[in-house]
């Protein structure tokens, strides 16, 4: 280690020198990570586009306190993923987490309308047959956490939240709240806003999925955890995950202008913009979902790359007081070649600290 750190001391490379080529290949990069974001599009996560996550167990006794894998018979992925198709998903939306022996999954669907067609037309036909063509004007769907039917009907024809759930279920209703027992078990009702206004609720994504995997898999599980996030939820997440970077970059700007002065800010915004651009880029080249604890990273990544920026500016400030005679670029050169091994020994050991994450864990933080 001395020796290793004996050499990075003795470095003198001319940096400054080789700033129009580096710099040519950084434009580069940037441009062409920014017309991979237009032009391909990142692989938004359920945290910004609205959908559900669902995480589930296979196991012996889904009832049981302790959820046990059936080791006789277990549920790979390749089981799973040809029982989503046959449901209408793609075979991407299932993650296995931990080992394969675990039998647990992570299920993401990002169309928070899935399972819920059947359910609109069943409560349409049921509602026409008992009140006649024409009684119901117009229904709105709204897709957020479950499927919401604002049914506006004739005022003419006044009615309840009871009256309606009772059509739609007949008397196969639990303590007059949902449906129970039928095709549309789970539907509740609730009175609009508006007197010839009623509200339909459908069963939630999660109950939906449930009930059409135990429709496709022969095996018993248990849903460990259920995230849901409306689409109008998820738009407004991602213009805050974005706003939270140009936040970021504005106060690294006025920091730098206050501890240094305002000559060495835009290198330091340009050098944190140039890392987070080139970051989301290898994101889309490689289809990684883009969610809230991507948006974190990259906020870590402004951080790191700041601090290092920070600890160089420091010593180019502290050598404009030692060497008067240089110029700007011998300045710039010695002080990066002698904070090269605190640049190393930091990025070396921050590496060493995430890989354990790569290699041993996936999911959400895998991506992290």
């Known amino acids: ?204 994504l999660g109950d939906v999925i449930q009930k059409k995997l135990h429709e496709v898999v022969d095996a018993d599980f248990k849903t460990l955890a259920v995230d849901a996030v409306g689409p109008k939820v998820g738009g407004d997440l991602r213009r805050q995950g974005f706003t939270s970077v140009a936040i970021t970059l504005g106060l690294v700007l006025i920091y730098v202008a206050f501890r240094f002065d305002i000559a060495f800010a835009p290198g330091a915004v340009v050098a944190l913009f140039h890392d987070v651009s080139l970051t989301l880029g290898v994101l889309i080249l490689t289809g990684a979902e883009i969610n809230l604890p991507i948006v974190g990273a990259l906020l870590t990544i402004v951080g790191y790359s700041l601090n290092d920026t920070i600890v160089i500016y420091d010593r180019i400030r502290e050598n404009q007081d030692r060497y008067r005679r240089k110029d700007t670029a011998e300045l710039i050169n010695v002080s990066v070649n002698e904070t090269m091994a605190r640049t190393l020994a930091t990025s070396v050991t921050t590496f060493l600290a995430v890989m354990p994450f790569v290699l041993f864990t996936g999911g959400v933080i895998q991506g992290f």
């Not at 799973?80 to 022996?101: I, N, Y």
């Not at 004739?154 to 008397?171: R, Y």
Request: charged share 25%; proline share 4%; hydrophobic share 40%.
């Open 1 to 204: 280690m001395d020796r290793i750190k004996n050499w990075l001391s003795d470095l003198d490379w001319d940096f400054v020198g080789k700033r129009r080529i580096f710099g040519a290949i950084s434009i580069t990069l940037v441009v062409a990570s920014w017309v991979a974001f237009f032009a391909i599009g990142p692989n938004w996560g359920i945290d910004f586009t609205g959908g559900v996550e669902m995480h589930l167990k296979f196991c012996e006794d889904p009832t049981a306190d302790e959820c046990v894998p059936p080791a006789d018979n277990p549920v790979t992925i390749e089981q799973m993923r040809p029982a989503l198709t046959s449901l209408g998903l793609s075979e991407d939306v299932v993650q296995r987490v931990k080992l394969p022996e675990d039998q647990e999954y992570i299920i993401r669907i990002q169309d928070p309308t899935f399972g819920s067609e059947d359910l609109q037309a069943t409560v349409k036909q049921r509602l026409t047959d008992h009140y006649g063509e024409g009684w119901w004007q117009d229904v709105r769907v709204d897709a957020e956490v479950g499927a919401r039917m604002t049914i506006v009907y004739s005022a003419e024809k006044s009615t309840n939240k009871s009256e309606v759930l009772g059509v739609l279920c007949g008397d196969t209703t639990t303590e007059g709240v949902t449906c129970k027992g039928d095709d549309l078990e789970g539907v509740a009702t609730r009175d609009g806003k508006e007197n010839n206004e009623v509200i339909v609720l459908l069963p939630s």
